[in-house]
């Protein structure tokens, strides 16, 4: 009997379709019935890749990269499943197969490309998932379509990771081969289309911050009472919409117009006051999409973005208490009414089941629209939780849980009402306002116990009752400065690229972005800890472009440089989401069947070609290097940048800096002629430790260190700064000049077969060491107290003489003075001949 392979996107979700199906047994690694086989990629599996990206591109000269048609490769960590899938489809017995895959464009491309990576050629379904009920897996069962249906969002798709990858590695070969021609140094420069206008939002935040020159203004301020109390009012200019006489409606500019208003007001009774009371509703907040709720984690908890979806991953996967959380939408399925009675009902028993009993009672879940509405939902539905009654969560996880829980009954309630009044004092013909406002209704408050919506800003307001005497108790002035802008939180960053679109003035992409914005929802997250990121693809060290300190996002000196150098140059398709807006456009109409896939990325290549040729025009002439060829292929060499390279692209190419040292054109010139350079100084090793060294090209056109002790080279390193030999006073052999760990010293170069003699260093000139004991003059210092040699030695502050014989229990020391031992008082000294001993 045939059969057909389903492949979902994880493993938990075809446990979910085979339960729901029925009949399924595990078989090894996958279930299966009589007629049928449920699988699962574990999200990408094969991705894909240009092999001509490894051997050309690697600066302007031969840049772009635009593959004619990219390659597919699997991914290492997740190849023995790939094997598996691949095994499954190539079954006798599987006739077709359904991509049963996340419902949008990257569940289409996780499933395309196993397919497509798998040679497979059998028919190709697709179950469409929006919610994981029971009853909703088996509508989308039944409602299966041919996979053709769906080839515009796989164009779409394809087209999403393609373009990412020829712009994303051609502009930071580019730009970073831009950099290194101007400062001829070698500098990756990352630049993607989601990360660098991110972080230049970032960037262009602190340019205003560090910019910003505050301006001094003045308000003045009141303090009334009423029989009731005292109440603060603020003068404001009543005629104004926004600018006021001398500046804003409430501020002055002039601190004499201030004086002028404060000084006709005070002492004075006030002519007139009047109150005005509305009603105010607050509906409560949607359910939660994945930003809103690392936004809402990161302004209570301080949570970073990574975190909580790491939280939310855990509450979803291991405690299978939430749905799944990397989602863009706030609403659920219009047929998932009687999953939330369920839900609501599993809250017994816990802290939460008054709240949920009350949403039952009065059949608020019934809310229509404004909660189920499947043209808000894309690939997935809100985040909420799934009734089931977590167990050993750990402090973090009950936080984000406790967050998912209430905002999925508050949703439900009815919104909080309030009574909110704005007071209106004149004084002397000046108004004055006050404003306050009363809980009146808790309505989906109550659910957290307590008034999320007071932001302070508007305290409640003493009772005033008409015609009753309101004395003016105080006017004052108050001196304020302006404040800067403010950084980004993790939580208004991932706001920022929420609403990218704002940024963007064409009304059409402002609409195309106004649901995408700056990457997704799954992404946003690791985009910023890339920013933040301190290692490397390879774990290697590398600075940052964002640092986090305490909970605000600062751009470092390298992402200020980034982008700066970006803003400079030209290149701003980097830098401004607007591409992000183009690209959402047209992959939109190409997800209907109105834009073709052919069209859009031969659109992406000459976008490409422009922001390459836009990078070449800023880029230093790249100059021929005379008297000296190509060791390859006998082609010129040019030189400009960090490199020096040949001219006709054979692939040969030097690096300008070698272990820490720049090389001249000269010096390069002497290589390609000779093979080899003379022993140079000014290397630096791994360690940071300086040393000389000749280069030498071998036969496959490398460079090797070679390490010359000839006689020339000895003699060389045994001069001291005057140009002095220094001969080893214990052997009468040459000593050389070495840096150590704590600093440079000489020895013996004999040391290898039996002298071990060593000496200071003193600004390049030889000093006998802190373990000698001769005078200039040859003579040696004996000890009062036990006849042993004393010895110099250097101290915490300054040098003295101590007994050789500490070991033996002396303790005698003397002061040192430029180098000769003096008796410290009541320590005689003897002084006795001696051939020069040095221990």
């Known amino acids: 009997m045939s059969k057909m392979l389903i492949v979902a996107e994880k493993p938990s979700v075809a446990k979910d379709i085979a339960a729901a199906l029925g009949g399924f047994s595990k078989v090894q690694n996958w279930l299966e019935s009589d007629t049928a086989i449920v699988s699962c990629a574990v999200g990408h599996l094969v991705e894909l890749f240009a092999p001509e990206a490894a051997t050309t591109g690697r600066d302007l000269s031969s840049l772009p990269i635009i593959p004619a048609r990219f390659a597919l490769k699997v991914l290492e960590p997740s190849k023995a499943q790939f094997l598996l899938l691949e095994r499954l489809m190539g079954r006798a017995d599987v006739s077709s197969v359904v991509n049963a895959c996340d419902a949008g464009r990257e569940g289409e491309l996780i499933f395309r490309l196993i397919y497509e990576k798998a040679r497979c050629n059998k028919p190709m379904k697709r179950m469409w998932l929006q919610s994981m009920t029971p009853d909703a897996i088996r509508d989308a069962y039944g409602a299966m379509k041919p996979g053709a249906a769906y080839d515009n969002l796989s164009d779409a798709a394809r087209c999403r990771s393609e373009a990412d990858w020829v712009v994303g590695i051609n502009g930071s070969r580019g730009i970073s081969d831009l950099r290194g021609r101007q400062t001829h140094r070698r500098q990756i420069m990352a630049a993607g289309r989601v990360q660098t206008p991110t972080l230049a939002i970032l960037v262009h935040q602190e340019q205003k911050i560090r910019g910003f020159v505050p301006q001094d203004y003045w308000e003045v301020h009141g303090t009334f009472g009423v029989q009731a109390g005292t109440y603060v009012v603020k003068w404001f200019n009543p005629n104004a919409k926004e600018e006021g006489e001398d500046g804003l409606s409430n501020r002055f500019t002039v601190k004499a117009r201030a004086e002028e208003v404060a000084t006709k007001c005070r002492g004075v009774a006030p002519s007139s006051v009047t109150d005005t009371a509305k009603p105010v509703s607050k509906a409560a907040p949607r359910l939660f999409d994945l930003t809103s709720l690392q936004r809402e984690a990161n302004k209570r908890l301080k949570f970073s973005a990574k975190k909580t979806l790491d939280i939310a991953q855990a509450l979803y996967e291991k405690h299978k208490a939430t749905t799944y959380p990397r989602t863009d939408s706030t ?61 050993s969560l750990s402090a973090d996880e009950s936080k984000i849980y406790d967050m998912i829980v209430r905002r999925f009954i508050a949703t439900f309630f009815p919104s909080a009402q309030y009574q909110h009044t704005t007071r209106i004092t004149v004084v002397s013909g000046e108004s004055f306002k006050s404003t306050g406002k009363v809980l009146t209704a808790q309505g989906w408050l109550a ?5 999320l919506d007071d932001d302070g800003k508007s305290p409640s307001l003493c009772v005033y009752t008409p015609g009753e005497t309101v004395t003016n108790k105080e006017i004052v002035i108050k001196d304020l400065k302006t404040k800067p802008p403010v950084r980004f939180t993790e939580a208004t960053l991932l706001g920022a690229m929420e609403n990218a679109g704002k940024l963007v003035k064409d009304d059409d992409l402002h609409d195309a ?28 060290p590398k600075e940052p472009y964002v640092d986090r300190n305490d909970n605000w996002l600062v751009p470092t000196t390298k992402g200020m440089d980034l982008v ?29 069947g109105n834009y073709a896939r052919d069209a859009f990325m031969s659109e992406i ?20 290097l005379p008297g000296c060829g190509c060791p390859k292929c006998g082609a010129e060499m040019v030189s400009g940048g960090p490199t020096y390279v040949c001219q006709a692209n054979c692939g040969f190419a030097l690096w300008r800096e070698i272990a820490a040292r720049m090389f001249s054109d000269e010096e390069i010139t002497q290589l390609l002629v000779d093979r080899q350079t003379p022993t140079l100084e000014g290397f630096l090793s791994k360690k940071k430790t300086p040393f000389a060294a000749s280069l030498k090209m071998n036969a496959e056109f490398k460079l090797d260190f070679v390490f010359i002790d000839d006689a020339e080279t000895a003699h060389r390193n045994s001069l001291d700064a005057s140009g002095n030999s220094v001969t080893c006073p214990a052997c009468k052999t040459l000593m050389k000049r070495i840096k150590g760990k704590k600093g440079w010293f000489w020895a013996c170069t004999n040391r290898d077969a039996e002298c071990k003699k060593t000496m200071n260093d003193e600004n390049g000139h030889a000093v006998a060491s802190s373990a000698g004991t001769s005078l200039n003059n040859g003579t040696t210092v004996a000890c009062a107290a036990c006849a042993k040699p004393m010895r110099r030695i250097k101290g915490a502050k300054s040098y003295f003489w101590g007994c050789t014989g500490y070991a033996d229990g002396c303790r005698t020391t003397m002061e040192d003075k430029d180098g000769k031992p003096v008796a410290r008082q009541s320590q005689p000294t003897t002084v006795q001949q001696s051939a020069g001993a040095f221990l």
């Open 447 to 451: 659910v957290y116990g307590v008034d």
């Open 513 to 540: 972005m106004k649901d995408r914005g700056l990457g997704t929802p799954a992404t946003r997250a690791a985009t910023i800890e890339g920013l933040l990121s301190r290692v490397d693809g390879r774990g290697e």
């Open 331 to 391: 609403a659920l399925p219009e047929d998932y009414v009687p999953t939330v009675v369920k839900t609501l009902a599993a809250f017994a028993g816990t802290a939460y089941e008054a709240h949920a009993n009350t949403v039952l009672a009065n059949s608020w879940m019934n809310a229509g629209k404004r909660i189920y509405d499947n043209s808000k939902i894309s690939d997935h539905f809100a985040i909420v939780p799934t009734g089931l009654k977590p167990a």
């Open 564 to 592: 700066e150098f970006l803003d400079v140059n030209g290149v701003d398709a980097l830098t401004s989401p607007r591409l992000t807006g183009e690209w959402e456009q047209k992959l939109r109409q190409m997800e209907t």
């Open 605 to 624: 290549g000459d976008l490409t070609r422009t922001i390459i040729e836009a990078i070449r025009q800023k880029a230093p002439a790249l100059s021929v």
